[in-house]
Each structure stands twice: as C-alpha cells, then as structure tokens.
C-alpha cells in the first residue's frame, strides 16, 4: 500500500472489555514499532518487531498489553481487561532501515 | 536512558515571524535526532533528521536544525514562518551505538502561525 494504516481509527471500550488493534505496514518494512500517545504527551516507544521477531517490548505497561506479527507483516496489538489510563492514541510505525519511520494515522482508543 | 526535553509547549507567531524551537536531549554516546511534524489531521511525518557530518541539517519546507554536541541541542529554525506550518513539532532521540536502538520523543511543540 501507499502507507501505513491503522484499523480502526476510533475505538470506544468499556473497562474491562479486550480491544485488539491492527497495523498494516508498508509492504517491504522489516520493521515495525507500536508507540502510545496520550493527550499532550510525545509518542511513547511500546514494542519492536524485526519481521516476525518481537526484539524489544520493554515499552508495554504491563502483562495486559501483547503484540503479536506472526508472518512479519500485520501487526496485532492487543490489550486486555482495559482501564481508563489506557485511553490514548496507539500509533504504528513501520520502516526499510533503522533512518525513517513512516507513521500510520493512529488508533484513538476511548475506555469508559 | 535516553530523554528529550522541548522547552515550549505552545508557540503562537505571525506569518513572516522567525521560529526557533528548542529541543535537549539527554543521552551517554553518539545520538541521531529527528524533528517530526504533525500537521493538523495528518500522519506523523519527519521533517529533518541528523546521523553524522554536517551539524546544521536542511529539511523539508525551508526548516532546519543545528546539532550542538557540548549543549546537547537540536533546535529546529526557520526565517520566515507560514500560515501553513501551523502543526505539532516533536524532536526525537535514538541511540547510535549500533543496531537497533529505540526512539525516544519529547512532549511536541504546538505551533500556531496566525495569518
């Protein structure tokens, strides 16, 4: 594709339910990285996959928060069980070389 | 670890104003360092970014950024603003020690150009 997408684009959950959000990367990207943005906040680094391999998920909060990239190439990024602290913009990112990242659109996840 | 400080949070000028947004960073080696933009409903995009060479960096749209190693900056610049700069800039920071190495952003910088 042209870009990075993000399905969907707005997610409204209540506490407690499972959300799971999508990333398709450019085709090609070996690389690919989720980041959460809460209101006023910069992006904050999550997880990494080089293909199919997550090297780094230092960045997830805590043992509710799993991704997955099992073909290396969508990307799942699943929280479950949500509370409200986890309401934020969840943003892919995928790249060619460690240089450039191209950013998809986002997902704006509300919890109630 | 690695972190980024931007001093200003929201800037307002007038079109033709010059801009200077500050950024610091804080990290124990070799960096590279990015300014990304986000214009209003659009993708995170990068505007500029430095890896080695050069310390003064050109981007897109007539921006720039001067990597200052003994002050730790990498503020972005430009003479004459446009209404149509009116975005959320961020500066970025990642590690150069080789291989992979994780990018670390700062709280972005609103800027409002009034025509």
């Known amino acids: 594709g042209a870009g990075v997408s993000q399905s969907p684009r707005y997610k409204v959950a209540k506490r407690g339910q499972d959300v799971a959000l999508r990333c398709d990367p450019i085709s090609g990207h070996v690389s690919l990285f989720w980041y959460q943005q809460a209101l006023g906040q910069g992006p904050e680094f999550l997880t990494y996959f080089q293909n199919e391999a997550q090297l780094d998920k230092s960045g997830l909060p805590s043992d509710r928060f799993f991704a997955e990239r099992p073909e290396g190439s969508v990307s799942t990024l699943k929280i479950q069980r949500t509370q409200q602290e986890d309401s934020a913009v969840y943003l892919c990112?995928?790249?060619?070389?460690?240089?450039?990242?191209?950013f998809g659109p986002g997902t704006r996840l509300t919890v109630l | 670890a690695q972190s980024v400080s931007q001093h200003n949070h929201h800037v307002i000028l007038s079109e033709a104003a010059s801009l200077e947004l500050g950024c610091n960073y804080s990290?124990?080696?070799?960096?590279?360092l990015f300014w990304y933009v986000q214009y209003p409903g659009q993708h995170l995009q990068l505007l500029l970014k430095?890896?080695?060479?050069?310390?003064l960096v050109k981007g897109i749209k007539g921006f720039e950024a001067e990597f200052i190693k003994s002050k730790f900056s990498f503020n972005l610049r430009k003479p004459s603003v446009q209404w149509s700069d009116t975005a959320e800039y961020f500066c970025a920071v990642k590690g150069n020690s080789g291989g992979y190495q994780k990018v670390t952003f700062g709280i972005g910088t609103k800027l409002q150009v009034i025509p």
């Open positions: 430095y890896f080695s060479g050069d310390p």
């Open positions: 990290y124990g080696g070799t960096v590279n």
């Open positions: 990112a995928s790249s060619l070389t460690p240089d450039t990242q191209y």
